[in-house]
Structure formats: C-alpha cells, structure tokens
C-alpha cells in the first residue's frame, strides 16, 4: 500500500478523520463541525492518505510556539492498517517535521500501555515533580480517562 503524506486535510479528509474519531473511546464524542475547526487552529498536521483508495489511514496533530514546547496529540491509525508500523511511521513525521525542528520539549500524554510505543522517540514519564493538570467544562473527571 502505498501511502503520501498531506500536511493539511481537504475534501473529504476532515469526514474520514470525523469516522476515526467515532470508533475511539477517547473521541467518540466529537463533532464534525469540531474536528474542522480544530484541523483549523492546529500548527502541524500529518496524515497519511492511501494513494489507492484515497482513506485516510492515520493522522496526527501538534500545538505548538516552534521554540519551546510542541504537544502532539491524536495520533490515530484506522483499524485497518493497525500493526503495520503506521503509528511509528506517524511519530517519525512528526519528531523530523521541518517547522518543528527546533523545538526544545515535545510532550503528549498516553494510556499506560502505549508508554513503551513513545518510549522509541526519547519520550519518559519521569518529570521528577511536574505534575498534569485538567481544567475541562465539567466538574466531574470524565469516564475511562476520556480527552474529547
């Protein structure tokens, strides 16, 4: 399967990620008209489009200042192509980025089975006393540790 990279989704694209996100525990509450308008406020975008098919087959996003910090968020692989080494693929485009070449913290945060995943790329849960900290819309901690 031969697959291009867009660093910006079109077309349909925002649609197929929208499907993405429905069967994930983490963002099955999304919105589509959400899914647009933070495509629209994110700096980095990468998604890896089937050149057959035209499906989308995995995406990730980063927020960003370009100096100091770069969060990187929603790396997603369709179910499909799940074990083919998309993710790592995804997480290469996204640590070589030309625009994000000099940033000096990446971060993300993940389920602790996927520690080891990020582990490859220099990622640690070892920040010594730095702790994460959520402030969302309700006042009760979401379900299963849910992020939409």
């Not at 960003?64 to 995804?90: M, N, P, Q, S």
């Not at 990622?123 to 009760?140: H, P």
């Amino acid at each position: 399967m031969g697959l291009r990279i867009v660093d910006r989704l079109d077309g349909d694209l925002p649609e197929q990620l929208h499907l993405l996100y429905r069967g994930e525990w983490w963002t099955n509450r999304r919105e589509l008209d959400g899914v647009r308008r933070m495509l629209e406020g994110s700096d980095v975008v990468i998604g890896l489009v089937d050149e057959d098919t035209g499906v989308l087959a995995g995406f990730a996003r980063v927020i960003t200042d370009f100096v100091y910090k770069a969060l990187v968020l929603d790396v997603i692989v369709d179910e499909r192509h799940r074990g083919t080494g998309l993710g790592a693929r995804l997480m290469d485009e996204v640590v070589e980025h030309p625009r994000l070449r000099d940033v000096a913290h990446f971060e993300l945060y993940c389920r602790p089975e996927l520690v080891a995943f990020y582990e490859r790329w220099g990622f640690t849960n070892e920040l010594g006393v730095i702790q994460f900290f959520r402030r969302g819309r309700s006042a009760t901690p979401p379900a299963s540790g849910d992020d939409s």
